[in-house]
């Protein structure tokens, strides 16, 4: 038997508000979404002006995001080689979806959705950088 990390909720407190604060400060109209290990939800927020969709799409970022143990963008850049993987059940292989890690244990994931794949990314990349 290993002890394994997890996330608190004062985790996904830093991460949501770190995330937040990048999209007002970019302007963006944006949702983000924030699971466990196992992809099962911990908090999304829509922010002002986001697409009714984004909810639900980010949610599927970072659930794919947590049970891959990798970057959707990089998921869906292989995608392209293996068609296969666009059947894959309760996965969404578009960029903006990233896995966070303690050590070497994945603990859970950040999913977002309203803008563009890079910007999706950034604003998962600064929630996660919250926790260093």
Do not use: H, Y
């Not at 992809?39 to 947590?66: D, M, N, Q």
Request: a negative charge.
């Amino acid at each position: 038997m290993r002890d394994s990390k997890t996330l608190t909720s004062a985790d996904v407190d830093k991460i949501m508000q770190a995330a937040r604060a990048e999209v007002q400060e970019n302007d963006w109209a944006m949702s983000i979404a924030i699971v466990d290990q196992s992809g099962l939800i911990w908090r999304v927020e829509r922010t002002e002006g986001a697409i009714p969709a984004s909810p639900k799409i980010a949610e599927a970022k970072a659930r794919t995001a947590a049970l891959m143990r990798a970057p959707t963008g990089a998921i869906e850049g292989r995608a392209a080689d293996r068609l296969v993987m666009l059947g894959l059940p309760d996965l969404l292989l578009l960029q903006g979806g990233l896995p966070i890690f303690a050590a070497d244990d994945c603990v859970g994931a950040v999913g977002v959705s309203g803008g563009l794949s890079p910007q999706d990314e950034q604003v998962a990349r600064a929630g996660i950088d919250a926790l260093a």
